[in-house]
């Protein structure tokens, strides 16, 4: 049972005005691009002959900007308000999805218009992606990031059932051009949530003008010498090549494990979902306590063990149960490798740390899902999913003696409590 004074704990940053603000801009900013993603792809799909190249490629298009745009977003996310950036961000999506619907109403939609829209809103994500993350710090302090992060791990991952649940309810009754109208409308709760923080939050205090891209080096500078940031970006990157990386041939693992069922894919999506809701719920309850190297080990043994499981079995409730487990390992992963991160880097760098580790994953996960695909057609898809989760938890296994390490790095990175806006600014809706 969660004692009353343990739930407060873990729901402190609920507390401060402008956290609520900005975990709700996250909510309905990520809903908005999984809306983009529904509805993009179908639009695609249908305007390119019915291809299936096409909504692979919308999603793409989605991803790939951050790889190329991220690191100098990063950058600016150093010089810059930060709210104010992620805004603009959230207001270039906007924009696009608007007029993507503009487009659809004129009877002038295209392929070409499509696959645009869908770039355009990559771009944006790339754009308030770093600023959006180096943001959250400034608000609730290093001591309640854990917390935080979790918090906002619910934030993206109920995105992942709501911008698709209302998209889908909207393209299948009164078509994509609404579709992407409420799009549009998710973006600029986004803009209007972080408007609300902007006058709050300043940008990172500044030794010296040089140009961005001599600060994007002494970003990359930063994290290859300040322990333990070098370790949990390996470990991240590994977690989403070996884990997260595998997830697109989910498809072919309940085709061929459950004789094709269609229903079976369904169930395993769900239940991933429902456990990376799940498990952030659960580790608030003792985020006050929790140390994140040992978190970090044990929800890393998690997110690869029960996929190993998943790929060798042909019991379909089995396999239902292991991707719940999975998706409360991977969720809560995530959440502390983000709250570590944070919580060790300098203020003054927070943006590019951001940009590095977005660039890095995002990167990493799409050359390994890439990889993971092409390699079902040459091996069985049970072996395939099985063999990448069982090395990283062997990677987790090699880790142990280093997760007491890191629960003193990060304890000594957070230091003394600070003034944050938890302190100054008026706790009101």
Not at 83 to 98: M, P
Not at 304 to 326: D, F, N, R, T, Y
Not at 327 to 335: D, H, K, S, T
Request: glycine share 10%; net charge positive.
């Amino acid at each position: 049972m969660i004692s009353r004074r343990t739930l407060r704990s873990a729901l402190e940053p609920f507390s401060i005005a402008a956290f609520r603000s900005v975990w709700l801009g996250a909510l309905s900013g990520n809903s908005g691009r999984f809306a983009v993603i529904l509805v993009a792809g179908w639009e695609a799909f249908r305007e390119g002959h019915h291809s299936a190249i096409w909504p692979s490629l919308v999603s793409m298009l989605i991803l790939l900007p951050i790889a190329v745009f991220g690191l100098p977003a990063g950058g600016l996310a150093d010089r810059v308000n930060r709210a104010t950036q992620a805004a603009v961000g959230q207001a270039v999506a906007a924009v696009a999805t608007a007029g993507a619907a503009v487009c659809i109403f004129m009877h002038v939609a295209s392929l070409a218009t499509t696959l645009s829209a869908a770039a355009l809103v990559g771009v944006a994500n790339a754009i308030q992606g770093p600023a959006w993350q180096a943001l959250i710090p400034t608000i609730v302090g290093k001591e309640r990031m854990v917390s935080a992060a979790l918090s906002t791990r619910i934030a993206q991952q109920g995105s992942e059932l709501v911008g698709p649940a209302i998209g889908t309810a909207i393209l299948t009754t009164v078509g994509p051009g609404w579709t992407f109208l409420a799009c549009s409308l998710f973006y600029a709760v986004g803009v209007a949530m972080m408007a609300r923080v902007r006058g709050q939050v300043r940008p990172a205090p500044r030794v010296a003008r040089t140009t961005m891209w001599h600060e994007v080096r002494a970003g990359v500078s930063y994290l290859r010498t300040t322990a333990p940031l070098g370790l949990l970006f390996v470990w991240v990157t590994l977690h989403c090549c070996l884990t997260m990386a595998t997830f697109g041939i989910l498809p072919t693992v309940a085709t061929v494990n459950f004789g094709g069922a269609a229903g079976a894919y369904g169930l395993l999506l769900t239940a991933f979902g429902a456990g990376s809701i799940l498990g952030p719920l659960l580790v608030m309850g003792f985020s006050n306590r929790a140390r994140p190297g040992s978190l970090l080990w044990i929800t890393g043994v998690l997110s690869g063990a029960p996929l190993i499981v998943v790929g060798l079995s042909h019991l379909e409730w089995l396999s239902v149960a292991m991707e719940c487990l999975a998706g409360v390992g991977q969720a809560v992963f995530m959440a502390v490798i983000y709250a570590s991160v944070q919580t060790c880097a300098k203020d003054a760098v927070r943006g590019r740390v951001a940009s590095i580790q977005l660039t890095s994953t995002t990167g990493a996960m799409g050359l390994a899902s890439i990889a993971w695909g092409a390699l079902v057609g040459v091996a069985s898809v049970g072996f395939v999913l099985a063999v990448p989760s069982a090395l990283f938890v062997l990677v987790c296994l090699l880790l142990t003696k280093r997760a007491s390490g890191l629960n003193r790095a990060v304890a000594r990175h957070a230091g003394p409590v600070l003034p944050t806006l938890a302190d100054h600014a008026p706790s009101v809706a």
